[in-house]
């Protein structure tokens, strides 16, 4: 990789220009009135201020786990000197950096109310519990958010960095900045998997501090994983309905995706399975009583979409070939996963707010609609601001004539 390379492009595939700058200002005023109907809404319900920072921790959640997910999709390329993916890990490197702006300083609001979400917070139920006293050292403001500074650290700085090194390529044509990022990605890696599993423990396992789970990380990361793969299907589909990349990338490249929503269904059933499994096999109170929670009342059949919703019937739909190959069937599917990341991250959330009832309400669509449109108009202003493909890496021709066997 020591040769400079270039391949010609179609130069009307790979620039959104002013298509994302127009994007960018609607999702931005979606995003505004979702977040002027929440606090609505709020100042209108009784406790409705903590109803609402409940909504928006779980709407948060699902956002940053896109974001999470494209961080790592692009680590893993690099990592793995992945050929087929070139001509669509820039959508992946615009994803990215939208955990550094704006999902950290959309933390700001969680950080200010702690105490209306998270038991450990009151001193007086801390001190009489000896549990949380034992916990007291991890599970205490100052600490949590130090905690929450360095997550962000780490995610912002990694993603801007892979970000600006990929531009910069394609300027300067330089092969050794291939290297460079491949040999980042390792470290990259392990930053990621360690903070990524900390925030899980941090953020949600801890809504409910008498139980624990040290698989909990891995479940929730397979989550972040899966819902990128799904959204990055998403995202090339809606690129090319504006007629970009649409002869760069081919049905090959969506098998791939597909392949990659398959596998990590399949593996986020696996880690759900074995944690439930040794817990109910155990059959320990202070391990039942997060399931117990979810198992109850409405929540049962909120539990039951899930598993037949998250796995079986995406299972069996995505496992043809022709189903990966054509784009309105994976489409359909990748919409779907979206969805259902978003009922996953709910129900790991919710259950400790609202034990035995699922208190979907409007608000949860306002603080959707609010973080979801500036997540969304982030991640257009960077789609806009470079080239859709990194046009002078050495392995994009690979990725062109890429084919499945």
């Not at 399975?273 to 409405?298: H, K, V």
Request: charged residues 15%; glycine residues 8%.
């Amino acid at each position: 990789m020591s040769v400079r390379t270039f391949v010609e492009l179609p130069q009307d595939e790979l620039s959104l220009g002013r298509t994302a700058r127009t994007a960018s200002v609607a999702l931005l005023a979606v995003g505004l009135a979702g977040g002027l109907l929440a606090a609505g809404l709020a100042a209108a319900t009784p406790d409705g201020w903590t109803r609402l920072l409940w909504s928006y921790l779980a709407s948060f959640v699902f956002f940053l786990s896109l974001g999470l997910g494209a961080l790592f999709f692009v680590l893993v390329q690099h990592a793995t000197r992945a050929g087929w993916s070139v001509v669509v890990r820039r959508l992946a490197e615009s994803v990215a950096p939208s955990l550094l702006f704006p999902m950290a300083p959309l933390a700001v609001p969680i950080l200010l109310g702690l105490s209306r979400i998270y038991p450990w917070t009151d001193a007086a139920a801390v001190a009489a519990d000896p549990l949380m006293r034992a916990k007291a050292a991890w599970l205490n403001v100052p600490f949590f958010t130090v905690r929450t500074g360095v997550y962000f650290a780490v995610w912002g700085g990694l993603s801007v960095w892979f970000l600006r090194r990929s531009v910069a390529q394609d300027r300067s044509g330089e092969p050794r900045i291939t290297q460079h990022l491949e040999t980042a990605s390792t470290a990259g890696l392990v930053l990621f998997a360690l903070s990524t599993t900390f925030f899980a423990f941090d953020y949600l396992m801890s809504l409910t501090p008498h139980w624990a789970s040290t698989i909990f990380g891995v479940y929730f990361f397979a989550g972040c994983a899966l819902a990128f793969f799904a959204l990055l299907t998403v995202v090339v589909l809606a690129v090319q309905g504006t007629g970009r990349l649409r002869t760069l990338v081919s049905a090959e490249h969506y098998h791939d995706m597909g392949k990659l929503v398959f596998a990590f269904i399949v593996f986020w059933a696996y880690i759900g399975f074995s944690q439930y499994m040794l817990m109910w096999y155990a059959n320990l109170p202070e391990e039942t009583i997060w399931y117990r929670a979810r198992q109850t009342g409405s929540w049962t059949r909120w539990s039951l979409f899930l598993l037949f919703g998250h796995f079986l019937v995406p299972f069996l739909a995505l496992m043809s070939r022709a189903v990966k190959r054509r784009r309105a069937l994976i489409a359909a599917g990748a919409g779907w996963m979206l969805l259902m990341q978003w009922v996953d991250v709910y129900w790991l959330v919710m259950p400790a707010r609202s034990p035995g009832v699922v208190p979907l309400s409007l608000m949860d669509a306002a603080t959707f609609l609010g973080i979801g449109g500036l997540f969304f108009a982030s991640v257009a202003r960077r789609l806009g601001a470079a080239s859709l493909v990194p046009v002078r890496d050495p392995r994009l021709s690979e990725s062109l004539s890429f084919e499945n066997f």
